[in-house]
């Protein structure tokens, strides 16, 4: 029988342009025409100011590392097969931050401020979600 995923968004008219994005590899943001104000996670409103007059904006897909956690036993499938991993919260270049997964680094290798850039994990029955790794 095959596991239940808990970890899979609820993807809906409004937050569609969001995952078909993540499927091409981009990284969109919420930017509030009124203040100027960059928001993550994507919102119909301004949080900073209210104002709904909010749009989609492509990010850089940079990022500086903010704070991290080795996760070393999650019993929910699918973080069962990939312990340890790092749960992270990272600083868009845009100016949000991020709750993210840190790969292709050893957590003993991290540091506060270390650039990163974003790439999108793909799994089979799932959008792609974005993940970030040190840059060279």
């Known amino acids: 029988m095959p596991t239940a995923r808990f970890d899979l968004p609820d993807i809906d008219a409004f937050t ?34 209210w104002s709904e007059d909010v749009a989609w904006e492509e990010a850089s897909g940079r990022a500086a590392l903010y704070t991290w956690s080795v996760v070393h036993l999650n019993d929910l499938a699918p973080h069962r097969d990939r312990v340890p991993y790092v749960a992270a919260v990272v600083d868009l270049d845009e100016g949000p931050r991020m709750m993210t997964e840190i790969v292709d680094c050893a957590g003993s290798d991290l540091r506060v401020g270390m650039p990163l850039r974003v790439l999108f994990r793909a799994e089979a029955g799932a959008p792609a979600v974005p993940v970030f790794r040190p840059t060279d």
């Open 16 to 49: 569609r342009p969001y995952w078909d994005a993540a499927a091409d590899g981009r990284l969109l943001i919420r930017r509030c025409g009124a203040c100027g104000a960059a928001h993550h996670y994507p919102r119909e409103f301004c949080p900073r100011c």
